[in-house]
Nanobody, 116 residues
Framework: QVQLVESGGGLVQAGGSLRLSCAASGSTFLRTTNMGWYRQAPGKEREFVAS????????IYQDSVKGRFTISRDNDKNTVYLQMNSLKPEDTAIYYCYRAGPGIYWGQGTQVTVSS
């Protein structure tokens, strides 16, 4: 089992920044293959945002967030971050952290609202 606890969402004006955190724990965490973020806007399907490959640390981003969002990790804290800069109203969504390995686990979601 893996538990994921997210934090860092909120309300920000367009052009602003937020940093999301996802703290992971659990007995199978050491077998993680990748962690990252999805988001779901009202009335839309959940979509991929960013991923970090655990072995090697390479990253993958959705095209619309490249150059604005950065995914990173703190190994000592078992935490993944999503630094979001130059936020746009279309980034408004609930952001979900996930962990893939033996099984896929999801966080509870954190709301990000970007006002114009």
């Amino acid at each position: 089992q893996v538990q994921l606890v997210e934090s860092g969402g909120g309300l920000v004006q367009a052009g602003g920044s937020l940093r999301l955190s996802c703290a992971a724990s659990g007995s199978t965490f050491l077998r993680t293959t990748n962690m990252g973020w999805y988001r779901q806007a009202p009335g839309k399907e959940r979509e991929f945002v960013a991923s970090l490959i655990w072995s090697g640390g390479s990253t993958i981003y959705q095209d619309s967030v490249k150059g604005r969002f950065t995914i990173s990790r703190d190994n000592d804290k078992n935490t993944v971050y999503l630094q979001m800069n130059s936020l746009k109203p279309e980034d408004t969504a609930i952001y979900y952290c996930y962990r893939a390995g033996p099984g896929i686990y999801w966080g509870q979601g954190t709301q990000v609202t970007v006002s114009s």
